[in-house]
T-cell receptor, first 119, second 116 residues
Framework: GAVVSQHPSRVICKSGTSVKIECRSL??????MFWYRQFPKQSLMLMAT?????????EQGVEKDKFLINHASLTLSTLTVTSAHPEDSSFYIC???????????????FGPGTRLTVL | AQKVTQAQTEISVVEKEDVTLDCVYE???????LFWYKQPPSGELVFLIR??????QNEISGRYSWNFQKSTSSFNFTITASQVVDSAVYFC?????????????FGQGTTLQVKP
């Protein structure tokens, strides 16, 4: 199947700094990518939908000024956690939609996740 | 509203036992997709199965089987002869909405522990 990568896989930062997480579709073009957040022992919660060339659509309760999403190309979306605080510590997972053709089912592939720890 | 409920938070079984993980979903859409994912301790989601709303056939893949019943809005997952390697968190998810790029709504997850 298609491969989605995330970088970094793990990051530790000090409170107040900004952290950028990259999500890449390695062997396909993804017009749509999703960003999820998962707190320990909890489910995945969708944060935002990222569409190439347009502004991201954020879910209710997610601060768009704090979680900046840029989908500048068909293979790359970035999530920047600005002025990170300990409560932002979480597991961030991206996924990318593979458009197989008109009318066909569009498969969603997940990245391996990025574990963010804010001290 | 769309919702996925996995009522079992944690299940513990002994190796070789059969175990069923329950999933109940809610949606008003007539076209939707249901999924099961496995999340081992590493965190990476492993895709197990996708089922669309028009296909109620049960599916078997090795020790895994799935029972999809629209009448009860359920999509249960059974592991036969469980093994220690099956220990993980299992998520049921629903994808509905327009454009064939609908977002996934995840259930709360069921943590399965298989003891030797």
């Amino acid at each position: 199947g298609a491969v989605v990568s995330q970088h970094p896989s793990r990051v530790i930062c000090k409170s107040g700094t900004s952290v950028k997480i990259e999500c890449r579709s390695l062997d396909f073009q993804a017009t749509t990518m999703f960003w999820y957040r998962q707190f320990p022992k909890q489910s995945l919660m969708l944060m935002a939908t990222s569409n190439e060339g347009s502004k991201a659509t954020y879910e209710q309760g997610v601060e768009k000024d704090k979680f900046l999403i840029n989908h500048a190309s068909l293979t790359l979306s970035t999530l920047t956690v600005t002025s990170a605080h300990p409560e932002d510590s979480s597991f961030y997972i991206c996924s990318a939609i593979w458009t197989s053709g008109r009318g066909a089912y569009n498969e969603q592939f997940f990245g391996p996740g990025t574990r963010l720890t804010v001290l | 509203a769309q919702k996925v409920t996995q009522a079992q938070t944690e299940i513990s079984v002994v190796e070789k036992e059969d175990v069923t993980l329950d999933c109940v979903y809610e949606t008003r859409d007539t076209t939707y997709y249901l999924f099961w994912y496995k999340q081992p301790p590493s965190g990476e989601l492993v895709f197990l199965i996708r089922r669309n709303s028009f296909d109620e056939q049960n599916e078997i893949s090795g020790r895994y089987s799935w029972n999809f019943q629209k009448s009860t809005s359920s999509f249960n997952f059974t592991i036969t002869a469980s093994q220690v390697v099956d220990s993980a968190v299992y998520f049921c998810a629903l994808r509905a909405g327009s454009g064939n790029t609908g977002k996934l709504i995840f259930g709360q997850g069921t943590t399965l522990q298989v003891k030797p």
